[in-house]
Each structure stands twice: as structure tokens, then as C-alpha cells.
T-cell receptor
């Protein structure tokens, strides 16, 4: 059974600081997704990482994927308050009904002024 | 981009009644739709996977007689919570997938059962 673990689960940081969120998964996968969720809202797609060594950047967020280590990172550079949200990674898993996503527990990020 | 809508966005009902939630893919044909449930401060848990024209596949522990899923067309799937009880109160999110692996998520439906 695929397990997806995020670390840390809670992160409180000051504006302007850098930090990294980690996502480990237990079985082989060639892709990984990162999502953002604001309180009371659904998921917003941030990144799709499609291969080993993939790196994508959007604004102050940068995501990478190491399929051999089964690890993805979401790096936050010079955090701002607007980045406060919960961040989920998700890994697809092949099944009889096709591919399904298994989500990590989520990392609740709070950026303080 | 691919857009998925859900209706209603919020519903309050009395215990024992049934509630239907619709999930629509607005600009693409969704061969597969997924239904998730999310309790406060928790992650998304997959409830079931539905393919157009066939019966839904439910995850372990999800009662198929309580959560009825119908995927009658390539743009519409419905989730009916039958005889809802307060413990069914949750945020229900659907997603849809067309020809690619990517799932597009709906805005969610918040259900409160009194």
C-alpha cells in the first residue's frame, strides 16, 4: 500500500525566511503533484513533476522530485504572508480503475509578519 | 483550462434526509471522476472512483449503499448521501480526469447535517 508522508505537518515562519517542506512516498512513482489549499476552499494545483530530477519554479515556490529517493521537496524562498495555506503532495498509484492519487497529510504553513 | 464545478457549494440538512451533490466537467469529457471527503484539519480521503457508464469502485470502509454514486454521462457524476447523519458532515470534493493523468478538482461542497 502506498504511503505518502509530509514533514513538517505544521510550519510557522517569519516573512522573508526560507524553508523546505518534504514529501516522502513508499512505492515507485514517476510523477508527483503539489497542491495548495486555502481555508474553506478546494485544491489549487501548483506543480506537476513528471520525471526524476524535475524542478519547477513559480514565484517564491520551487518543487523538485527525486524518484530514486522517493522524495519531493517544496522550497519556499523569502516567504510572504500570502503563502499561508495548507500544502499537499500527492502521488498517483496504478489500480484496477486506473490511476488514483494518494495524498500526504498536508503541511499547514503560517507566515508571520 | 479544465474546469470542474460542484453544486451545491454548501448544504445544511436534517438528520435522516438524503443529499445529492453534482460534479460537472464544464469544458472536457471526464472518463473518470473521483469523490473525496475531507474532515477539518485532515487530508483528502478517496471515497470512490467512478467511470462513465459503469459502477463505482469504493474504497475500503466506504459504504456503497450510503454513498450512492452515479456517473451517467461524460460530464456529470452525482454523489447521494442517503439517510445523512451528523457524522457525515464534511467537505466533499470531486475531481475529474479526461484523456490525461491529471485530475482537475471541483470547488467542494460543505455538508452540515443537523
Amino acid at each position: 500500500e502506498l504511503k505518502v508522508e509530509q514533514n513538517p505537518l505544521f510550519l510557522s515562519m517569519q516573512e522573508g525566511k526560507n524553508y523546505t517542506i518534504y514529501c516522502n512516498y513508499s512505492t515507485t512513482s514517476d510523477r508527483l503533484y503539489w497542491y495548495r489549499q486555502d481555508p474553506g476552499k478546494s485544491l489549487e494545483s501548483l506543480f506537476v513533476l513528471l520525471s526524476n530530477g524535475a524542478v519547477k519554479q513559480e514565484g517564491r515556490l520551487m518543487a523538485s522530485l527525486d524518484t530514486k529517493a522517493r522524495l519531493s521537496t517544496l522550497h519556499i524562498t523569502a516567504a510572504v504572508h500570502d503563502l499561508s495555506a495548507t500544502y499537499f503532495c500527492a502521488v498517483p498509484q496504478r489500480g484496477t480503475s486506473g490511476s488514483r492519487l494518494t495524498f500526504g497529510e498536508g503541511t499547514q504553513l503560517t507566515v508571520n509578519p | 483550462g479544465a474546469v470542474v464545478s460542484q453544486h451545491p457549494s454548501r448544504v445544511i440538512c436534517k438528520s435522516g434526509t438524503s443529499v445529492k451533490i453534482e460534479c460537472r466537467s464544464l469544458d472536457f469529457q471526464a472518463t473518470t471522476m473521483f469523490w473525496y471527503r475531507q474532515f477539518p484539519k485532515q487530508s483528502l480521503m478517496l471515497m470512490a472512483t467512478s467511470n462513465e457508464g459503469s459502477k463505482a469502485t469504493y474504497e475500503q470502509g466506504v459504504e456503497k449503499d450510503k454513498f450512492l454514486i452515479n456517473h451517467a454521462s461524460l460530464t456529470l457524476s452525482t454523489l447521494t448521501v442517503t439517510s445523512a447523519h451528523p457524522e457525515d458532515s464534511s467537505f466533499y470534493i470531486c475531481s475529474a480526469r479526461g484523456g490525461s493523468e491529471t485530475q482537475y478538482f471541483g470547488p467542494g461542497t460543505r455538508l452540515l447535517v443537523l
